[in-house]
Nanobody, 127 residues
Framework: QVHLVESGGGSVQAGGSLRLSCLAS????????IGWFRQAPGQERKEVVA?????????YYVGSLKGRLAISQDTAKNMVYLQMNSLKPADTAMYYC???????????????????WGQGTQVTVSS
């Protein structure tokens, strides 16, 4: 299992940027897909925004944030980062880092496929 801790959320004005960080610990980091999900206020489900298969250059971007995101990793530190630019009030949400251990890539990026979750970090974008 992978233990995850997020940081880097905060409050910004529209058009601003934030970089979220996810520290992943566990012996299987190198065979993990780590994804960033978000849950908007009042929404029950989390939606994936980006993912990376650790130790490779395979990255995935999904949804309305596509084009404004960059996911990256520092394998020496077991860190995954999410750079978010040109933020909009609609991006306000709790952002979660999640992981699943699997071979061959990330597979389908559904919430149910990710076994380990961090506690979340709040991102608030004001107009």
């Amino acid at each position: 299992q992978v233990h995850l801790v997020e940081s880097g959320g905060g409050s910004v004005q529209a058009g601003g940027s934030l970089r979220l960080s996810c520290l992943a610990s566990g012996s299987t980091y190198s065979r993990s897909c780590i994804g960033w999900f978000r849950q908007a206020p009042g929404q029950e489900r989390k939606e994936v925004v980006a993912a990376v298969y650790t130790g490779t250059d395979r990255t995935y971007y999904v949804g309305s944030l596509k084009g404004r995101l960059a996911i990256s990793q520092d394998t020496a530190k077991n860190m995954v980062y999410l750079q978010m630019n040109s933020l909009k009030p609609a991006d306000t949400a709790m952002y979660y880092c999640a992981a699943t251990i699997r071979d061959g890539g990330c597979g389908e990026l559904y919430e149910r496929n990710f076994a380990s979750w961090g506690q979340g970090t709040q991102v608030t974008v004001s107009s």
